[in-house]
Structures are given as structure tokens and as C-alpha cells.
């Protein structure tokens, strides 16, 4: 099903199982992070052995990123969709079993290539089964995904303080897991729509547009998580809180991308989803300067708040803007996608820290400011090429049809 201009959104039964499997999969990608103290303590390891493991699920999204569009041609996306979910789960259980710290990152690698197959089909099918509304559907679940992310360090110490261990955090999402499995195993999911192909039969190659908020997208992730890998130790090291405090009030900036992400599944109603992005990208960038140059603790935190505001809404929007110029090959798109995620994820933070170790790390985020100038420069330029195209495709149609978000005409 795919909407017209005039249906109202809706979400139906598939629609609330992707928002429910997003949540699962950002709930343990989050996890990691909470959990590594605790790991590292009882495997004696050190920083760098412990930062393996994000690495691992890292280069388990690129590894998704570069196959998950051929396993969904070829198996379909119901087999992948739940065969990537139960193999996330037998990756969870591994890392929870492993003893020893080949077993651990080995598991991590898996949560991050199974895990990434699922999510691949989630960004596919939801945008296929909503066309144009693509951008509510995609923010919308991005909503439920921060919840679940900002869920999972509450949950690991609470099994800390209950005295069950960071391990009963870690079955509680798999517990969770075979309940949707019960519930939903027989909702069925969206297939793509034939192949667009050449005169010759090959697939059709992603646009050139496509690869500009591919761009975007990646420049988006890299900000986001180079504030989640260094924030805290922003906050101490170069603001001058203590420790305690200074991971605490972290917390402003996930709270801050939940608000966001909930205001920007609102406002995909009134307005284009590319032209929000540039809104989200100049809100971050306020917030971000604010939180990097203020001389008052109180006034860095705010800037914390107010990037978290913009960067809630960069990824969601570039991933909507970007599927929807490859709508007719989302399985591609979505792969491609959650490659460029996995790489800015691997990459950005550890450049970053390096810088950081040459010249302090209030130098060293410099390059966040870097980051947002290209994502403008290049959001700004995506979008005047789209207008361009709309254009044309107006002109082309001349009184016939509807638009889509980017030019492509609605279906009725």
C-alpha cells in the first residue's frame, strides 16, 4: 500500500512492528556503551580493547550496508527482516555468554551485521509502505528508536542496583524480541516494487542526487555521535565539571533528541522534509558553537540541549530526503544508507580523538564545526538540484498529476 496526496497518515499493524523493531535494534546499539564499563572490569580490559567492540558493530553496518540489498532480492524481505532480528538476538546472547574477549567483539560484529539486515528492511519498507508520508513514517519510528536508546542505560543500572547484573538488561530486550515474534510473526512485509532496469537488464545505478544526501546523511551521523563519544569528556575536561556530573548532564542532550525527533515527525506534515533538514542543520550548528565556545557551564549545557534539538532531525531527514529521490529502489538505498552510518560511526569519533590527543579536544572539535559547513554546503546544493528537477518534471507534466517531495509524481 502506498498512499495518495489526500489519505491522511495512518499507522497500521506493520507500521507499529517497525517502530517497535527499530526501538529493539537502537535499544542495543546503545547498550554497548553503558555495559562496557562493567565488561571491562570483569574481562581486565583495557580502553582500546574495549573500544573494539563499537568498532566491531561499526563494521558489521558497513558489512550490511554493502549486502543487505542482495539478501533482500534474493530472500526476500520477511526472511530478512526476522532473520536479522533472531540473528541480532543470537549475537546478543553470545556477548552475554562470551567469556573472553575474542567471544565478545566476535558477537559484537554480529549484533551489528545482523542487526543492520533488520534495520535495512525496516528504512526500505516503511518507506515504500507510506510513499510520499515517507518522512512522518521514518521520524516517527526515529522517535521510538531515542527512547529506546535513552532506555537502555536506565535499565542497566537498574538491573545494577537490583543486584542482577548488566546481563538481565541485555535478556530483558531479547524477552521482548519473541514476544513481537509471537505477536506479529505472521504480519506480512512490504515487498519492493519490481527493479527499475537498463535497456541491457542491469539495475538501474542510485542517482547523483542520491549520493548528495547519502553525504549529508553521513556528515549528520559523524556530528552526532562524535557529540556522543566526547561530549562528557567535554563537559569535564574543558567546561570543568567533575565526572559525575558531567556524564549526568549528557542526559540534556538525549532528551533534547527525543524532543526533537517528536517536533520533527510533526512539522514533515507542513513541510518538506528537505527543506527541514537545513532547519535542523543551522539549529545544531547554533547550539553546537554555543555549547563549544560559552565560558558558563550553565550556558555550554543549554548549547548541548539546543544541538541535540537539531541533530535529533539530521539523520531522519537526510534518510528520508535521500529514499525518497531512490524511491524505486529502496532495498538499495536503505543498504547504502546504513553503510554510510556504519562508516561515520567508525570513523568520526577516532578521528576526533586523535586530533584531541595532538591539540585538546576543545581544538580537536573544530572539525565538528568542519562537519557542519560541508553538510550545509553540500544540503544547500542537493536541494537546489531538486528543485531544478521538480521543475522540469512540472513543466514536463504541464496541468497532469501531483508532485511528490521531491518532484516525483504522486500516485492516486
Not at 109 to 126: D, E, H, K, N
Not at 178 to 191: D, K, N, S, V, W
Not at 225 to 251: E, H, K, P, Q
Amino acid at each position: 500500500m502506498i498512499q495518495s496526496a489526500a489519505a491522511p497518515f495512518t499507522r497500521d499493524r506493520f507500521t507499529w512492528l517497525a517502530y517497535l523493531m527499530l526501538a529493539y535494534y537502537a535499544y542495543y546499539q546503545a547498550a554497548l556503551g553503558p555495559i562496557m564499563p562493567f565488561l571491562r572490569a570483569e574481562l581486565g580490559l583495557n580502553y582500546a580493547a574495549g573500544g573494539l567492540h563499537f568498532s566491531a558493530f561499526a563494521l558489521g553496518m558497513i558489512l550490511a550496508g554493502l549486502s543487505g540489498d542482495r539478501f533482500a532480492r534474493r530472500f526476500g524481505r520477511r526472511a530478512v527482516f526476522w532473520g536479522g532480528a533472531l540473528g541480532m538476538t543470537a549475537g546478543v546472547l553470545w556477548f552475554v555468554l562470551g567469556r573472553q574477549v575474542s567471544q565478545t567483539i566476535a558477537a559484537s560484529l554480529l549484533m551489528g551485521f545482523m542487526g543492520t539486515l533488520l534495520l535495512v528492511i525496516i528504512q526500505a519498507a516503511l518507506s515504500d509502505h507510506h510513499g510520499d508520508d515517507r518522512a512522518i513514517a521514518l521520524t516517527e519510528a526515529n522517535v521510538g528508536a531515542s527512547l529506546a536508546a535513552g532506555l537502555a542505560p536506565l535499565l542497566v543500572g537498574a538491573s545494577l542496583r537490583l543486584g542482577a547484573g548488566w546481563r538481565a538488561a541485555a535478556l530483558a530486550g531479547v524477552a521482548t524480541l519473541f514476544l513481537l515474534l509471537i505477536l506479529y510473526r505472521r504480519q506480512p512485509i512490504p515487498e519492493a516494487p519490481a527493479l527499475v532496469v537498463e535497456h541491457d537488464g542491469r539495475a538501474r545505478r542510485l542517482p547523483r542526487l542520491f549520493w548528495a544526501y547519502w553525504t549529508v546523511l553521513v556528515l549528520g551521523v559523524a556530528i552526532e555521535w562524535s557529540l556522543i563519544f566526547w561530549g562528557a569528556d567535554f563537559l569535564n575536561t574543558v567546561v570543568g565539571l567533575n565526572r559525575t556530573n558531567a556524564v549526568t548532564l549528557m542526559s540534556v542532550f538525549f532528551v533534547a533528541m527525543v524532543g526533537g525527533r517528536f517536533a520533527g515527525s510533526r512539522l514533515t506534515r507542513r513541510l518538506p522534509a528537505a527543506n527541514l533538514l537545513l532547519l535542523a542543520l543551522a539549529l545544531a550548528l547554533l547550539g553546537f558553537l554555543l555549547y563549544w565556545l560559552a565560558i558558563l557551564p550553565a550556558a555550554n549545557v543549554a548549547g548541548l540541549f539546543i544541538a541535540g534539538l537539531g541533530v535529533a532531525n539530521l539523520f531522519p531527514m537526510s534518510l528520508s530526503v535521500a529514499t525518497g529521490v531512490a524511491a524505486e529502489q529502496a532495498n538499495r538505498a536503505s543498504a547504502r544508507l546504513s553503510m554510510g552510518s556504519g562508516l561515520a560511526i567508525m570513523t568520526a569519533p577516532l578521528i576526533l580523538g586523535w586530533t584531541a590527543d595532538q591539540i585538546g579536544l576543545q581544538g580537536a572539535f573544530a572539525i565538528v564545526v568542519l562537519l557542519f559547513a560541508l553538510a550545509g554546503a553540500v544540503a544547500v546544493t542537493a536541494n537546489a538540484i531538486a528543485r531544478g528537477e521538480e521543475e522540469e518534471t512540472e513543466g514536463t507534466m504541464g496541468a497532469g498529476g501531483t508532485k511528490g517531495e521531491l518532484g516525483e509524481p504522486r500516485e492516486l
